[in-house]
């Protein structure tokens, strides 16, 4: 092991550790973005109501027998856009889908990996 990578592990720990507590002490513990129709507010995670709107229509276009890349683009025609402003791609659809119908699992208020209700 070399210098640089001894000094990792330990930053590495401590990170981890502190998710750890935040996490026991039912705080949202940061690890990444919070999934698309959710935020993080005074360290925890809450609906986004915007966010769930989208995702409510995108439900609604799949529903109807849209495709992936027709739903992409019918957000983008009107203006809607992921979390981090982009325009919608058919494989973010399909992650928001996922969480959804429960192929990838979301975390809930005690960052429990949870999947989805619908």
């Not at 986004?48 to 995702?55: G, M």
């Not at 409510?56 to 983008?76: C, F, M, P, V, Y």
Request: hydrophobic share 30%; proline share 3%.
């Amino acid at each position: 092991m070399n210098a640089a990578n001894s000094e990792i592990d330990p930053v590495w720990e401590r990170l981890e550790r502190g998710r750890r507590a935040k996490a026991a002490q039912g705080g949202y513990a940061c690890y990444g973005s919070p999934a698309f129709g959710q935020k993080a507010v005074d360290g925890e995670l809450v609906d986004d109501p915007s966010e769930q709107e989208i995702i409510e229509l995108i439900r609604r276009h799949h529903k109807s027998g849209k495709s992936l890349q027709q739903i992409a683009n019918w957000l983008n025609e009107n203006g809607y856009r992921t979390k981090r402003g982009s325009q919608w791609q058919k494989i973010s659809v399909k992650r928001v889908l996922d969480r959804l119908y429960g192929k990838n699992p979301r975390i809930d208020d005690n960052n429990r990996s949870t999947y989805s209700k619908f």
